[in-house]
C-alpha cells in the first residue's frame, strides 16, 4: 500500500522557470541523472511568512536501511527541500510522509507535521560553502540511514533539547531550584538587557537596569521524558499542558495550587512566567541524565491565567476575585497565549570556575590595594571564581587611572574600592558582596571594626599596595591566623614579583621579602629590576601628583600571569616567591623562581635576629674552608629598626652586583 503523503505548499512550477540558484542546481542535478538513488517528481513556489519568495524541489530518495529497523523508516521515503531567496538558513528538508516517526533530530516547529529533519551540526554559514546537490542528497540518505539503525544519535553525544525557542532568551538567578519546592511562587523583578528588547534578566535582588514589569515565577519539575519526546511548539497554556499531560505532568493542577499562594494585591499587576524542568533520559527507560529548563512566558496577568484555568472567578467590582470551589473543566487556559523562550541562567562562582577550568574557591581574602594591578588581579581572579572579597583601599578613581585601571571612566570620582567591589559583587549576584573599605590600611586596621572581622575570619590576606610599611605591617601586625601574600610590579612595571607563605607561616611575608632582596642583589639577569621607570606624568598641581609611565597592556598581563599564579598558589601549602621579567621587543616573559629557605629566629637583648639556613649554610662552608685559621666576613641582610630586627640571608664570597638595596633596609 503506497504511504499517504503531505502537500509540500505552494503552486507546482515547471523546472525551467526556478529562480533560486541552490534550488536550480538541485533539480538539474535530478533530471540530468548525476543524483543516484534519487527519483524528481515536481517543482514548487510560495512564499514564506516574511514574504520572500521560497522554491520547494520533491523528490523520492531510496534508503539504505537493515533487515531490522529501530526506527519506522520506509525503503522509499518522499522528501521536500525548501529553499529561500534570502539563503541566509539551512534549507528546510522535510518527510512528507503522514505518518513519519517522532524520532531523535527532528526540528520543533509549530506543528507537528510534516516533520522537519535536521541535518546538520554546524552553521550554515560553513556549510554554504561547500554546499553541492550530490552532498545534500548523501547527507539526507545518511541521516534516514543511520536513523532506521537508531544510530544517528551517538551515545556520546549531549541529549537534545526538549524544545527550541523562539529568539528571545531570559536570564535567570542562578539559584532559581536551589531552595524552591513544588508549592512556591517566586515574585521577580525583570529588566530590559539589550536595546533591541530581545533579552530580559530576571532577578531576585536590585537591579538598576529592572523596568516597569514585573513578574511572578512559578517553577515545576515535569515527569522524565526520553529527550526529543515533544512534537512541536506549544502556543497556548493548553497546549503546554496537553503535551506535558503525555508523561503524566498535570500542569493545571501544579499551577492552581501556586497560583493560590500569591499575594492578591499582586495578582492582576504581574505577569506570569512559567518555568520548567525537564528530566531527558536517552533511552525509553528513562535513567534521568540531564535537566532541560524552559520558560514559558504569558503576556497575562497571573489573575487572568488563575481565572482561564479555573482557581478564580471574577467577580463583581474592580478586580474582585472569588475562589473556584471544585473543578472547571472548561476552563483549560487556551486564551492565554504563551511563548516559549530559551532561559539562560546567571553566572554563579561554580559556572564562573567551570568556564575557566578550575575549582571555585570561595577563599575569604582580604585584598589591600585596588590601583592598576591590584584591580585587575582582583577582578580576573573573581570573574573566575575565586575569592570572598574585602577590598581595602583609599584613593579615588582619577581619570589617568583609567588608563590602566580595570574600572571604566564610569567610575570616576568613585573610591576605587567601592566601585571594584560593585563590579566584583555583578559576577555572582546571588552570592555573598565584596566588602569595600575606604581608608587607609594602616590606620583602618586600627580603628574599623568591619576590618578587624574580616581579618580574624580571613583565609588569605593579599598585599597589593606595593609599600614596604604596609608589607610589614601585614607580615608583623595582624593576629590572624590567614596566610599571607604580596604582589607588586618593580619601579619600571617591567617586572611583576609573587611572595607567598606557607600555609604554617614558618616562612613570613617579611623573610621572603628579604631572600627576593638577596635574589635582586646577586642575579645578574636582575640588573634592571629596580631602575627607575623611563618616564613620569603629572596629572594634577601637587608636587606628589606623578606617576610613572606603564602601558596598560603590561599591567594586564602580568595581572592575568599573578591571577593564575596566586590561585595555583594557595592551593599549594609551600612558600613561593618568584619574579616575572618582561623584555620590551619582542614581548616575553622569562621567570626567575627564588629558593625560599627556612629561618630561625633569636632573640638577642631588645633585638631579634632572623637568620636563613642558607646563610647559617654559608658560613659553615666558608668556615670549613678556613679552619683552623679563624674566620670572618660580611654579612648580607637588613634590617627594620622599628620593630628591633635584624635579618641575615647571606655571608657571600663576591661583592653584591647592586647597592640599590639600602633604601629597603638591605
Excluded at 582580604?366 to 577590598?391: E, K, N
Amino acid at each position: 500500500m503506497e504511504d499517504e503523503h503531505l502537500d509540500a505548499g505552494g503552486l507546482i512550477i515547471a523546472t525551467d522557470t526556478l529562480e533560486l540558484p541552490r534550488s536550480r542546481e538541485l533539480a538539474a542535478a535530478m533530471e540530468t541523472g548525476r543524483l543516484a538513488f534519487v527519483t524528481h517528481i515536481e517543482c514548487r513556489r510560495g512564499s514564506g511568512d516574511d514574504g520572500d519568495v521560497r522554491e520547494t524541489i520533491v523528490f523520492d530518495v531510496e534508503v539504505e536501511r537493515p533487515q531490522r529497523c529501530m526506527h519506522d523508516i520506509r525503503r522509499i521515503e518522499r522528501i521536500a527541500v525548501e529553499f529561500a531567496a534570502a539563503d541566509n538558513w539551512y534549507p528546510e528538508v522535510i518527510s512528507l510522509r503522514a505518518d513519519f516517526p517522532q524520532v531523535p533530530h527532528l526540528n520543533l516547529r509549530d506543528e507537528e507535521f510534516p516533520r522537519s529533519l535536521c541535518l546538520y551540526d554546524q552553521s550554515w554559514s560553513e556549510i554554504a560553502l561547500r554546499w553541492t546537490p550530490t552532498g545534500f542528497i548523501e547527507r539526507i540518505r545518511t541521516w534516514l540511514a543511520e536513523t532506521a539503525k537508531g544510530s544517528l544519535h551517538q551515545t556520546d553525544q549531549p541529549l537534545e533539547p526538549v524544545l527550541a525557542g523562539t529568539g528571545l532568551s531570559i536570564i535567570l538567578p542562578p539559584d532559581l531550584f536551589a531552595s524552591w519546592d513544588d508549592q512556591d511562587a517566586k515574585q521577580l523583578q525583570v529588566g530590559t538587557a539589550t536595546p533591541e528588547d530581545n533579552c530580559r534578566v530576571f532577578s531576585t535582588h536590585p537591579d538598576p537596569r529592572a523596568g516597569g514589569l514585573s513578574v511572578t515565577a512559578v517553577c515545576l519539575m515535569a515527569k522524565p521524558r526520553q529527550h526529543a519526546a515533544i512534537r512541536r511548539r506549544p502556543k497556548t497554556l493548553a497546549e503546554l499542558h496537553d503535551l506535558l499531560a503525555i508523561d503524566g505532568t498535570d500542569l493545571r493542577q501544579q499551577l492552581r495550587s501556586q497560583l493560590e499562594a500569591v499575594d492578591e494585591e499582586h495578582r492582576w499587576k504581574r505577569k506570569l512566567l512559567i518555568v520548567i524542568a525537564f528530566p531527558l533520559s536517552r533511552d525509553a527507560d528513562l535513567t534521568v541524565e540531564i535537566t532541560d529548563v524552559w520558560a514559558f512566558f504569558t503576556a497575562s496577568s497571573v489573575a487572568e491565567v488563575g481565572i482561564a484555568i479555573g482557581v478564580w472567578m471574577k467577580m463583581p467590582g474592580d478586580q474582585q476575585l472569588g475562589t473556584v470551589m471544585g473543578e472547571m473543566l472548561e476552563a483549560t487556559g487556551s486564551e492565554i497565549k504563551i511563548d516559549v523562550i530559551a532561559p539562560q541562567f546567571g553566572l554563579s562562582r561554580e559556572a564562573a570556575a567551570a568556564a575557566s577550568g578550575t575549582l571555585a574557591d570561595p577563599c575569604r581574602t582580604v585584598a589591600i590595594g585596588a590601583g592598576a594591578l591590584g584591580s585587575q588581579v582582583i577582578h580576573l581572579l573573581a570573574q573566575s571564581g575565586f575569592g570572598s572579597w574585602t577590598i581595602v583601599d583609599e584613593d579615588i578613581l582619577a581619570p589617568h587611572n583609567v588608563a590602566r585601571h580595570a574600572l571604566s571612566p564610569m567610575w570616576i570620582g568613585w573610591s576605587k574600592a567601592t566601585a571594584l567591589a560593585q563590579e566584583v559583587s555583578e559576577f555572582y549576584p546571588t552570592d555573598v558582596s565584596p566588602t569595600p573599605i575606604v581608608d587607609d590600611f594602616m590606620r583602618a586596621s586600627v580603628r574599623d571594626e568591619k576590618l578587624k572581622e574580616a581579618v580574624d575570619s580571613s583565609e588569605l590576606i593579599l598585599d597589593m599596595s606595593a609599600s614596604i610599611p604596609v608589607a610589614r605591617h601585614v607580615a608583623h601586625d595582624l593576629n590572624c591566623n590567614a596566610r599571607r601574600a604580596s604582589l607588586f610590579l618593580n619601579p619600571s612595571g617591567s617586572d611583576l614579583v609573587m611572595l607567598v607563605e606557607d600555609t604554617a607561616r614558618a616562612v613570613p611575608l617579611d623573610c621572603l621579602e628579604m631572600q627576593y632582596y638577596r635574589e635582586v642583589a646577586f642575579n645578574e639577569s636582575l640588573s634592571k629590576h629596580l631602575a627607575p621607570p623611563a618616564g613620569r606624568i603629572r596629572y594634577a598641581r601637587s608636587c606628589r601628583d606623578v606617576s610613572s609611565t606603564i602601558p596598560a597592556n603590561l599591567v594586564g598581563m602580568h595581572a592575568a600571569i599573578a591571577a593564575d599564579e596566586l590561585r595555583n598558589a594557595n592551593r599549594s601549602g609551600s612558600a613561593k616567591a618568584i619574579i616575572w621579567q618582561a623584555s620590551e621587543t619582542p614581548m616575553r616573559v622569562q621567570p626567575t623562581e627564588i629558593a625560599v629557605h627556612d629561618v630561625d629566629r633569636t632573640q638577642v637583648g631588645e633585638w631579634t635576629l632572623v637568620v636563613t639556613a642558607h646563610a647559617v649554610g654559608r658560613l659553615g662552608e666558608l668556615r670549613a674552608a678556613k679552619l683552623p685559621n679563624e674566620t670572618g666576613g660580611v654579612l648580607i641582610g637588613g634590617y627594620d629598626l622599628s620593630r628591633k630586627i635584624v635579618y641575615v640571608v647571606d655571608m657571600p664570597n663576591r661583592k653584591p652586583c647592586r647597592n640599590v638595596l639600602s633604601q629597603q633596609g638591605f
